[in-house]
Nanobody
Framework: QVQLVESGGGLVQAGASLRLSCAAS????????MAWFRQAPGKEREFVGV????????YYADSVKGRFTISRDSAKNTVYLQMNSLQPEDTAVYYC???????????????????WGQGTQVTVSS
């Protein structure tokens, strides 16, 4: 089992930055991919990006490429989502997810991920 706890959400103005954290526990993550998803009201859960833990290789959705950056701190077993130039359309609940890399391999499909955090709300005002 992998337990995931997100933090760092909040209310910001358009153009601001925010960094989300996802603290993981329960298993060694070397064989896992750690992803960020988001879900706005009335919409499906949307892939944001994923990092392969062992190599720190990252993959992003086109909608956030160049604005969002995923990184990880192996000493803290924590994954980060740095969000810059936030826009109102980035408003959503942001979720951290984990899955074995042999399965997820950069996958944007939520069903490929086994473990999920509780989510953290990000609201961007115009």
């Amino acid at each position: 089992q992998v337990q995931l706890v997100e933090s760092g959400g909040g209310l910001v103005q358009a153009g601001a930055s925010l960094r989300l954290s996802c603290a993981a526990s329960g298993r060694t993550l070397s064989s896992y991919g750690m992803a960020w998803f988001r879900q706005a009201p009335g919409k499906e859960r949307e892939f944001v990006g994923v990092i392969r833990w062992i190599s720190s290789s990252t993959y992003y959705a086109d909608s956030v490429k160049g604005r969002f950056t995923i990184s990880r701190d192996s000493a803290k077993n924590t994954v980060y989502l740095q969000m810059n130039s936030l826009q109102p359309e980035d408003t959503a609940v942001y979720y951290c997810a984990a899955g074995r890399w042999g399965v997820v391999a950069g996958s944007p499909r939520p069903n490929d991920y086994d473990y999920w955090g509780q989510g953290t709300q990000v609201t961007v005002s115009s």
